[in-house]
């Protein structure tokens, strides 16, 4: 399935591998002014499976096949 990777570089003074902390602290971190974004490359990947960072979600799935429809 072809999807949109983006990886965004996140600057902060606090450690966000300390529990706890999600990934959505560092999104809402940055858009406070509590960190900063520096970057964002996005990339299209056109077999999400076979990427490295893929962690076989099946999220998209779903979505994809409703549409289809």
Known sequence: ???????????????????????????????????ICTKMDTVQVDESERDEDWDGNEFFTDTEDENAK
């Not at 450690?15 to 406070?32: G, V």
């Open 1 to 35: 399935m072809k999807l949109y990777k983006t990886t965004i570089v996140i600057w902060s003074e606090s450690d966000p591998s300390q529990a706890p902390f999600e990934l959505e602290d560092l999104a809402r971190d940055a858009t406070s002014g509590s960190s």
